[in-house]
């Protein structure tokens, strides 16, 4: 059965810190990672990793792809209280995406 | 401005009554779908389309009927044989399969 695994499930650190969030994925025909940020309602797009070892960077957000080891990682360097938020990933097959559960991030001021 | 309209952003529902969440894309994507989220758990896909005229079931499609008519629209409606629909339904669209889903802003539906 086609999962991915997020972890951890929460976090919450002081303004400043640098996070790394995790995804791992065993999906049959796997095509894509992405990553999502929701912070109220709309999960709004991140990244979309599709080879291993090229990072993808998006200001202070950056995030790898290991399609050896069937992980990914997200890092965000200097947090912000903007940064708060559940951080989605989700693994593309064929047809569709299979969704973690999230990290719920909490960045203290 | 293109994006993704759900309506309504609440929504409650007797015991026994048929409700139908809207969802209207101006994106001219070809692939829409539904998704469920439910506290603590990723979001679960409950049907989607690829083209007008034609969709499909996913995971958890028992108790829900979708159509689409249009391209612009997704429709679903949650019917009375979906014993548990409190949640928050969450509505996408994608230019390809799979592939880069804009969302809309989502319903929370509450039974009464």
């Known amino acids: 059965e086609d999962k991915v695994v997020q972890s951890p499930l929460s976090l919450v650190v002081h303004e400043g810190d640098t996070v790394t969030l995790n995804c791992s994925y065993e999906?049959?025909?796997?095509?894509?990672l992405l990553w999502y940020k929701q912070e109220k309602k709309a999960p709004t797009f991140l990244f979309m990793l599709?080879?291993s070892g090229i990072e993808k960077k998006s200001g202070r957000l950056s995030s790898i792809l290991d399609k050896k080891e069937l992980f990914s990682i997200l890092n965000i360097t200097a947090t912000q209280t903007g940064d708060s938020a559940i951080y989605l990933c989700?693994?593309?097959?064929?047809?569709?995406?299979?969704w973690g559960a999230g990290t719920k991030l909490i960045i203290k001021p | 401005d293109g994006g993704i309209t759900q309506s309504p952003k609440y929504l409650f529902r007797k015991e026994g009554q048929n409700v139908t969440l809207s969802c209207e894309q101006n994106?001219?994507?070809?692939?829409m779908y539904w998704y469920r989220q439910d506290p603590g758990q990723g979001l679960r896909l409950i049907y989607y389309?690829?083209?007008?005229?034609?969709?499909q079931k996913g995971d958890i499609a028992e108790g829900y009927s979708v159509s689409r008519e249009k391209k612009e629209s997704f429709p679903l409606t949650v019917t009375s044989a979906q014993k548990n629909p409190t949640a928050f339904y969450l509505c996408?669209?994608?230019?390809?399969?799979?592939?880069?889903?804009?969302f809309g802003s989502g319903t929370q539906l509450s039974v009464l």
């Open positions: 999906v049959t025909n796997f095509r894509s």
């Open positions: 989700a693994a593309g097959s064929n047809y569709q995406l299979i």
């Open positions: 389309s690829q083209i007008v005229n034609d969709f």
């Open positions: 599709t080879s």
């Open positions: 994106l001219n994507h070809d692939a």
């Open positions: 996408a669209s994608s230019i390809e399969t799979p592939g880069v889903l804009f």
